[in-house]
C-alpha cells in the first residue's frame, strides 16, 4: 500500500491513456477499467483509435487513446475531459491538450519528448507544455522508457520486447495514484498472455516497479480513492458492446431452443461481434466467416430458412451491401437479426470513428415496400438486451430486425451484472406443427395468426408441411407466384401491419425528469448517457426539463405521439443532421415543437456542450 499520508476521497475521475498505435494505450486502459469494475466501480470507456493503420510512428494522425471514467454512481458516459493525461509522446499531448481539465495531472514519458520527438509532432518550440498554453496543469514527467528498460534488463527480452511493457509501467504508476490492487490487474495479464510466460512476468514486473516508483518517490501530494458502488449481490465485469451483443444473440437462441447461426464479413467496428462467437462452439454456436457481405446475409437467411436463430453483423457500408438479400428475408417473412455497428461515413469514412448516421439506410435503405423492424441500444450493457429482444421479436413475429448500435457503445465498456436468465421471457417461435397439431390438411404456406398477422413457420423436415417461400411475390394463402394486383396490394398492407402490430408487444415509451417541464429531450441510441447527464445537469441549474431516450425505432411505441405533443419545445438531439426528428415530423403530421441539435464529429457528444445549447434553446422565444 502507497505510504502517502493523505489519500483523498472522490466521487468520480477521468483518465485517458494516449500514444502511438503501438504502445499499448488500449490494454493499458482496458486492464485498468476491468480492475476498476472487478474492484466495485461504475465504468464507462471510450477506445479512440486512429483511422489509419499504423500511421507515422509519433505523428498526430498516429494518436491513439483511451479513456474512463470511474466513480462510485452516477457514470452516463466517458466523460468530456480528463483528470489525468498518460501522455507516452508529444503528439499526445497535442491532440489531447484540449481535453485536460484546470489542473489535470499530465503524466507524460520525459525519453520521449525530445527534439525529435516535438519535431515529429510538429511543435515549433522545445516547450511543449508553454506552447500550449497548459499552465493550468500539473506536468509529471517520468522516465518511463529507461525506467522501463532498468526494470526489465536481465529478464531475457530484447530490446523491442522491454519497450513494449513500458505501458505497464505507466499503468503501475496510475494503480498507485488511484489505490488499484495489483493482485487483480496480475491475474489480468495472466489472462491475456497465458501462452507466453516470459510476457507475463515482464509486464507484471514493470507495473509492479510503477506502482513501486510512485509510491517510492511521491509523485504527486496526494493519492486518490473512489469508494466501490452499493450495487446488488451478484457477479461483476465489465463488457464492451460487441461482446454483450454476441452474449445477447447466445442468450435468446438458447431460450428458444434453436441453434445460433452468424453469417457475417469482417468490418470495422463490428468484427469482435464475429469473433466472440466464433469461440463459443461450447453453445453449439455456428459463426462463419464468408468472403464478402452478401454471403454473410445469405448464408444467414438459409440459417433461418432451417430453423435457427440467423444474425450477421456489419457496419453501415455492408448494410448498403446487404440491403438486396434483407429485401428477401422481408418478402420471405424470416426471422433475421442483421446488427449495424455504425461508424462514420460515407464511404470508408473515418472507420473507428462513431456516428448515428444509418437510421434512413435502416428505414427505408431496400426497395420496393419493405417494412421492419429497427431497435436501437443505448449502452454497452444495453447491447445484451436489445440484442435478445431484437432476437426475440424477430422469432415470434417471423421478420428481419435490424439492431443499432454505434462504434462509441461497441468498443466502449461498462460494468455489468452477469444476469439471471431465468428472469428472461421465453421465446415461443410460432412453429407450424404446434398450431395445426400435425394436421396438415388445413394449412397454407401464408395463413397467418388473426392477432399478430405472423404467419406460421414451416420449418423444413417438418412432415407434411411442405410449402415454397421466395422473392418473387406469392399468393396469399396458395404460396403460389401471383402478379394479381389486388394479392400484392393485400400482401404488402398485411406486412406493413404486421410490424405496427409488434408495437402491442413492446413497452410504453418511458419519460425521466420533470413531470412537469415545458421541454423534453429526445434521444435514441448510444448517445443516451450523455443526454442524461445533460438533463441532470440543467436539473441542477434550477430549471425543469423531461427526458426520454428511443430504443424501439420501428414501430415507435404506442404512446409516442402522447408524449411529444405534451411539450412546448421538444430538442431532438442525433449525431446525424437530423434523420429521427424527420422520421418523428414524417410519422406526425401536426408537431411543430421540434428543435433539432445535431454533431457529426465522430466524437462522441460533449454534456458541457449539450448544457449550454440546450439551455438556450430552452430560453428561446
Same mark, same amino acid.
Given at each position: @500500500?502507497?505510504?502517502? *499520508?493523505?489519500?483523498?476521497?472522490?466521487?468520480?475521475?477521468?483518465?485517458?491513456?494516449?500514444?502511438?498505435?503501438?504502445?499499448?494505450?488500449?490494454?493499458?486502459?482496458? $486492464?485498468?477499467?476491468?480492475?476498476?469494475?472487478?474492484?466495485?466501480?461504475?465504468?464507462?470507456?471510450?477506445?479512440?483509435?486512429?483511422?489509419?493503420?499504423?500511421?507515422?510512428?509519433?505523428?498526430?494522425?498516429?494518436?491513439?487513446?483511451?479513456?474512463?471514467?470511474?466513480?462510485?454512481?452516477?457514470?452516463?458516459?466517458?466523460?468530456?475531459?480528463?483528470?489525468?493525461?498518460?501522455?507516452?509522446?508529444?503528439?499526445?499531448?497535442?491532440?489531447?491538450?484540449?481535453?485536460?481539465?484546470?489542473?489535470?495531472?499530465?503524466?507524460?514519458?520525459?525519453?520521449?519528448?525530445?527534439?525529435?520527438?516535438?519535431?515529429?509532432?510538429?511543435?515549433?518550440?522545445?516547450?511543449?507544455?508553454?506552447? $500550449?498554453?497548459?499552465? &493550468?496543469?500539473?506536468?509529471?514527467?517520468?522516465?518511463?522508457?529507461?525506467?522501463?528498460?532498468?526494470?526489465?534488463?536481465? *529478464?531475457?527480452?530484447?530490446?523491442?520486447?522491454?519497450?513494449? #511493457?513500458?505501458?505497464?509501467?505507466?499503468?503501475?504508476?496510475? #494503480?498507485?495514484?488511484?489505490?488499484?490492487?495489483?493482485?487483480?490487474?496480475?491475474?489480468?495479464?495472466?489472462?491475456?498472455?497465458?501462452?507466453?510466460?516470459?510476457?507475463?512476468?515482464?509486464?507484471?514486473?514493470?507495473?509492479?516497479?510503477?506502482?513501486?516508483?510512485?509510491?517510492?518517490?511521491?509523485?504527486?501530494?496526494?493519492?486518490?480513492?473512489?469508494?466501490?458502488?452499493?450495487?446488488?449481490?451478484?457477479?461483476?465485469?465489465?463488457?464492451?458492446?460487441?461482446?454483450?451483443?454476441?452474449?445477447?444473440?447466445?442468450?435468446?437462441?438458447?431460450?428458444?431452443?434453436?441453434?445460433?447461426?452468424?453469417?457475417?464479413?469482417?468490418?470495422?467496428?463490428?468484427?469482435?461481434?464475429?469473433?466472440?462467437?466464433?469461440?463459443?462452439?461450447?453453445?453449439?454456436?455456428?459463426?462463419?466467416?464468408?468472403?464478402?457481405?452478401?454471403?454473410?446475409?445469405?448464408? *444467414?437467411?438459409?440459417?433461418?430458412?432451417?430453423?435457427?436463430?440467423?444474425?450477421?453483423?456489419?457496419?453501415?457500408?455492408?448494410?448498403?451491401?446487404?440491403?438486396?438479400?434483407?429485401?428477401?428475408?422481408?418478402?420471405?417473412?424470416?426471422?433475421?437479426?442483421?446488427?449495424?455497428?455504425?461508424?462514420?461515413?460515407?464511404?470508408?469514412? @473515418?472507420?473507428?470513428?462513431?456516428?448515428?448516421?444509418?437510421?434512413?439506410?435502416?428505414?427505408?435503405?431496400?426497395?420496393?415496400? *419493405?417494412?421492419? =423492424?429497427?431497435?436501437?441500444?443505448?449502452?454497452?450493457?444495453? #447491447?445484451?438486451?436489445?440484442?435478445?429482444?431484437?432476437?426475440?421479436?424477430?422469432?415470434?413475429?417471423?421478420?428481419?430486425?435490424?439492431?443499432?448500435?454505434?462504434?462509441?457503445?461497441?468498443?466502449?465498456?461498462?460494468?455489468?451484472?452477469?444476469?439471471?436468465?431465468?428472469?428472461?421471457?421465453?421465446?415461443?417461435?410460432?412453429?407450424?406443427?404446434?398450431?395445426?397439431?400435425?394436421?396438415?390438411?388445413?394449412?397454407?404456406?401464408?395463413?397467418?395468426?388473426?392477432?399478430?398477422?405472423?404467419?406460421?413457420?414451416?420449418?423444413?423436415?417438418?412432415?407434411?408441411? @411442405?410449402? +415454397?417461400?421466395?422473392?418473387?411475390?406469392?399468393?396469399?394463402?396458395?404460396?403460389?407466384?401471383?402478379?394479381?394486383?389486388?394479392? &400484392?396490394?393485400? @400482401?404488402?398492407?398485411?406486412? +406493413?401491419?404486421?410490424?405496427?402490430?409488434?408495437?402491442?408487444?413492446?413497452?410504453?415509451?418511458?419519460?425521466?425528469?420533470?413531470?412537469?417541464?415545458?421541454?423534453?429531450? =429526445?434521444?435514441?441510441?448510444?448517445?443516451?448517457?450523455? $443526454?442524461?447527464?445533460?438533463?441532470?445537469?440543467?436539473?441542477?441549474?434550477?430549471?425543469?426539463?423531461?427526458?426520454? &431516450?428511443?430504443?424501439?425505432?420501428?414501430?415507435?411505441?404506442?404512446?409516442? &405521439?402522447?408524449?411529444?405533443?405534451?411539450?412546448?419545445?421538444?430538442?431532438?438531439?442525433?449525431?446525424?443532421?437530423?434523420?429521427?426528428?424527420?422520421?418523428?415530423?414524417?410519422?406526425?403530421?401536426?408537431?411543430?415543437?421540434?428543435?433539432?441539435?445535431?454533431?457529426?464529429?465522430?466524437?462522441?457528444?460533449?454534456?458541457?456542450?449539450?448544457?449550454?445549447?440546450?439551455?438556450?434553446?430552452?430560453?428561446?422565444?
Amino acid at each position: @500500500m502507497p505510504t502517502n *499520508s493523505v489519500i483523498t476521497d472522490i466521487q468520480q475521475v477521468t483518465i485517458r491513456f494516449s500514444g502511438d498505435s503501438g504502445d499499448g494505450m488500449q490494454l493499458s486502459g482496458t $486492464l485498468f477499467s476491468t480492475l476498476s469494475a472487478i474492484f466495485g466501480n461504475e465504468i464507462a470507456t471510450f477506445p479512440d483509435f486512429p483511422a489509419e493503420i499504423r500511421a507515422p510512428q509519433g505523428s498526430l494522425q498516429g494518436v491513439s487513446g483511451f479513456q474512463v471514467r470511474i466513480g462510485a454512481k452516477d457514470v452516463f458516459n466517458s466523460g468530456d475531459k480528463t483528470d489525468v493525461l498518460v501522455a507516452m509522446n508529444p503528439a499526445a499531448l497535442k491532440v489531447n491538450a484540449q481535453y485536460l481539465k484546470r489542473g489535470s495531472i499530465v503524466l507524460y514519458d520525459t525519453d520521449s519528448f525530445q527534439k525529435k520527438d516535438l519535431d515529429k509532432a510538429l511543435y515549433t518550440t522545445q516547450d511543449p507544455f508553454s506552447e $500550449l498554453k497548459l499552465e &493550468h496543469v500539473q506536468p509529471v514527467g517520468v522516465a518511463i522508457t529507461s525506467l522501463t528498460k532498468a526494470s526489465l534488463e536481465g *529478464s531475457g527480452l530484447d530490446n523491442k520486447d522491454m519497450l513494449r #511493457c513500458k505501458n505497464m509501467f505507466a499503468l503501475g504508476i496510475v #494503480c498507485w495514484l488511484f489505490n488499484r490492487p495489483l493482485e487483480i490487474a496480475d491475474q489480468l495479464l495472466q489472462q491475456k498472455f497465458a501462452k507466453k510466460p516470459l510476457l507475463v512476468q515482464a509486464n507484471i514486473k514493470a507495473m509492479s516497479d510503477g506502482y513501486n516508483y510512485g509510491n517510492n518517490i511521491h509523485l504527486t501530494a496526494s493519492t486518490y480513492r473512489i469508494e466501490p458502488i452499493e450495487g446488488t449481490k451478484g457477479f461483476y465485469t465489465d463488457v464492451n458492446g460487441n461482446t454483450a451483443t454476441a452474449y445477447g444473440l447466445i442468450a435468446a437462441a438458447e431460450k428458444a431452443g434453436v441453434q445460433l447461426f452468424l453469417g457475417s464479413y469482417p468490418i470495422t467496428p463490428a468484427t469482435d461481434i464475429l469473433q466472440e462467437l466464433a469461440k463459443r462452439k461450447d453453445f453449439g454456436v455456428k459463426a462463419l466467416q464468408m468472403e464478402d457481405e452478401i454471403a454473410g446475409i445469405t448464408s *444467414s437467411i438459409g440459417a433461418s430458412f432451417a430453423g435457427c436463430l440467423a444474425a450477421t453483423s456489419t457496419s453501415g457500408p455492408g448494410l448498403a451491401l446487404k440491403s438486396e438479400a434483407l429485401g428477401l428475408a422481408v418478402m420471405a417473412e424470416l426471422p433475421l437479426v442483421v446488427i449495424d455497428v455504425q461508424r462514420s461515413g460515407p464511404s470508408t469514412g @473515418m472507420p473507428t470513428k462513431s456516428e448515428q448516421t444509418d437510421l434512413n439506410q435502416a428505414l427505408y435503405g431496400r426497395n420496393g415496400e *419493405s417494412p421492419l =423492424v429497427v431497435l436501437a441500444a443505448a449502452s454497452p450493457t444495453d #447491447c445484451f438486451e436489445s440484442a435478445f429482444e431484437a432476437s426475440k421479436i424477430a422469432l415470434e413475429h417471423m421478420t428481419p430486425v435490424i439492431l443499432l448500435t454505434d462504434g462509441y457503445i461497441a468498443n466502449g465498456s461498462s460494468a455489468w451484472k452477469i444476469p439471471n436468465m431465468e428472469e428472461y421471457p421465453a421465446i415461443k417461435p410460432p412453429y407450424v406443427d404446434k398450431y395445426y397439431k400435425g394436421d396438415a390438411t388445413k394449412w397454407r404456406p401464408f395463413v397467418r395468426d388473426e392477432e399478430t398477422l405472423v404467419r406460421y413457420w414451416g420449418v423444413p423436415g417438418t412432415t407434411g408441411f @411442405m410449402h +415454397r417461400i421466395g422473392g418473387l411475390e406469392k399468393d396469399k394463402l396458395t404460396g403460389i407466384i401471383s402478379s394479381n394486383p389486388e394479392n &400484392h396490394q393485400y @400482401m404488402v398492407d398485411t406486412r +406493413r401491419n404486421k410490424i405496427e402490430k409488434i408495437a402491442d408487444f413492446i413497452p410504453e415509451q418511458k419519460v425521466v425528469g420533470d413531470t412537469n417541464a415545458d421541454t423534453l429531450i =429526445v434521444g435514441w441510441g448510444g448517445t443516451y448517457g450523455h $443526454l442524461l447527464e445533460a438533463m441532470i445537469r440543467i436539473q441542477a441549474t434550477g430549471k425543469k426539463v423531461a427526458f426520454t &431516450h428511443f430504443r424501439h425505432i420501428s414501430p415507435l411505441p404506442k404512446n409516442t &405521439h402522447n408524449i411529444l405533443v405534451k411539450y412546448k419545445k421538444v430538442i431532438v438531439a442525433e449525431q446525424n443532421e437530423g434523420q429521427f426528428a424527420a422520421y418523428l415530423n414524417g410519422k406526425f403530421g401536426d408537431l411543430n415543437n421540434i428543435r433539432q441539435f445535431n454533431r457529426v464529429e465522430g466524437q462522441p457528444f460533449k454534456v458541457s456542450e449539450l448544457v449550454e445549447e440546450f439551455t438556450k434553446m430552452m430560453e428561446a422565444e
